[in-house]
T-cell receptor
């Protein structure tokens, strides 16, 4: 069975440009997470979905970041406009159990470089 | 102070050595996760535990709920074990995972 799939793996853009990341979770996983990971740091939650509902987006910088999971399956994370400080790895993860009590499965991540 | 603290931050070992990575947390948890991240790679879940001890191959994870402490042990370490090991705790159905900063392990041949 395929794991969590993310694309693109790498993206280089100039500041003020938009960028979008896509994630397809493991089939049947209701819970989907987007994390941001800076170099040398642990992942930080951006948003968590239970099916199509964003149940925790308190850490998402809503002035420039947006996310959607319209049909409760795959998800897109968008940044518009990107800033230099957005350079990081954006990780998607999914779980079959909500509430953070299930095992997490991570994608390979999307590494963003903003010039 | 971070809610999840790992030690050491960096660890260099010789192949074959027994390795211990520690994780302390300051909040009540429902589960603790040990994760492995290779350079340029995604994160792989190694263990999820809420009590006692779990073993998988050369990896052993233990947790002491009363002391709010967990350890990850690697027996007979190998260069392919070189990675960042991350501890994360779940505060239950109303909370999200809280991650430590990771321990960077390098095993020399």
């Amino acid at each position: 069975e395929a794991g969590v799939v993310q694309s693109p793996r790498y993206k280089i853009i100039e500041k003020k440009q938009p960028v979008a990341f896509w994630c397809n979770p493991i089939s049947g996983h209701n819970t989907l997470y987007w994390y941001l990971q800076n170099l040398g740091q642990g992942p930080e939650l951006l948003i968590r979905y239970e099916n199509e509902e964003a149940v925790d987006d308190s850490q998402l910088p809503k002035d420039r970041f947006s996310a959607e999971r319209l049909k409760g399956v795959d998800s897109t994370l968008k940044i518009q406009p990107a800033e230099l400080g957005d350079s990081a790895v954006y990780l998607c993860a999914s779980s079959s159990q909500g509430g953070d009590t299930g095992e997490l499965f991570f994608g390979e991540g999307s590494r963003l470089t903003v010039l | 102070k971070n809610e999840v603290e790992q030690s050491p931050q960096n660890l260099t070992a010789q192949e074959g050595e027994f390795i211990t990575i520690n994780c302390s947390y300051s909040v009540g948890i429902s589960a603790l996760h040990w994760l492995q991240q290779h350079p340029g790679g995604g994160i792989v879940s190694l263990f999820m535990l809420s009590s006692g001890k779990k073993k998988h191959g050369r990896l052993i994870a233990t947790i002491n709920i009363q002391e709010k402490h967990s350890s990850l042990h690697i027996t007979a370490s190998h260069p392919r074990d070189s990675a960042v090991y991350i501890c994360a705790v779940s505060k239950g159905s109303q909370g999200n995972l809280i991650f430590g900063k990771g321990t960077k392990l390098s095993v020399k041949p």
